[in-house]
């Protein structure tokens, strides 16, 4: 069975300093990985996804994460941080077996102080 | 494209009441999804649909329940509301295009229903 865990589930930042949110997996098969975010009184939003290639992933607004296999994470990460990053973000995996589902972790939520 | 939508937005519902949370999704995708959101406990999925008439169990179906007549509409019906079933429900879809590897498009989801069973 797949499992998510994100270390943290608060971590405050001020602005223009890293963002370091992680986030470790257990899959039976190599996985598809995911962070979304949610903003206050929203659904979610994909940030970027890990699938195949090359491990170090970009996403929107400045975000990346890098699959390690060896250490079985997916930290999300960025380099400046910005008031407006202020949010909850999840990770999330699902298989390559032909599970069409989403694991979730259970959130980081982000403050970034001024 | 309005994308995935929800009604309603928020709702009360005395214990034992029924309702049925709609969803609707203008991208002619393949698959829907239902999922409840718990304060610090993520996402955990309710039902799932594969296409119209198709439909399985997530991780917590007990209490509720789905049908899926056409690509667009994805309802979640609740029978017998309790307390247990105040949460946020969050509709999502993925367009699951054959020829591709399973899983790896986006999941899109909508604005969220807030339920209160009181």
């Known amino acids: 069975a797949q499992s998510v865990t994100q270390l943290g589930s608060h971590v405050s930042v001020s602005e223009g300093a890293l963002v370091l949110l992680r986030c470790n997996y257990s899959?039976?098969?190599?996985?598809?990985l995911f962070w979304y975010v949610q903003y206050p009184n929203q659904g979610l939003q994909l940030l970027l996804k890990?699938?195949?290639?090359?491990?170090l992933v970009k996403g929107i607004n400045g975000f990346e994460a890098e699959f390690k296999k060896s250490e079985t994470s997916f930290h999300l990460t960025k380099p400046s941080a910005h008031m407006s990053d202020a949010a909850e973000y999840f990770c999330?995996?699902?298989?390559?077996?032909?599970?069409?589902?989403?694991?979730f972790g259970k959130g980081t939520k982000l403050t970034v102080n001024p | 494209n309005a994308g995935v939508t929800q009604t309603p937005k928020f709702r009360i519902l005395k214990i034992g009441q029924s309702m049925t949370l709609q969803c609707t999704q203008d991208?002619?995708?393949?698959?829907m999804y239902w999922y409840r959101q718990d304060p610090g406990m993520g996402l955990k999925l309710i039902y799932y649909?594969?296409?119209?008439?198709?439909?399985d169990k997530g991780e917590v179906p007990n209490g509720y329940n789905v049908s899926r007549s056409t690509t667009e509409d994805f309802p979640l019906r609740l029978e017998l509301a309790a307390p247990s079933q105040t949460s946020v429900y969050f509709c999502?879809?993925?367009?699951?295009?054959?020829?591709?590897?399973?899983?790896?498009?986006?999941?899109?989801f909508g604005p969220g229903t807030r339920l209160t069973v009181l």
């Open positions: 999502a879809s993925r367009s699951g295009l054959a020829g591709g590897p399973h899983g790896t498009d986006t999941q899109y």
């Open positions: 899959s039976s098969v190599p996985p598809y």
């Open positions: 890990y699938t195949t290639g090359a491990t």
């Open positions: 999330a995996v699902s298989g390559r077996g032909g599970s069409e589902k989403l694991v």
């Open positions: 991208m002619n995708h393949n698959y």
């Open positions: 649909s594969v296409g119209a008439g198709i439909t």
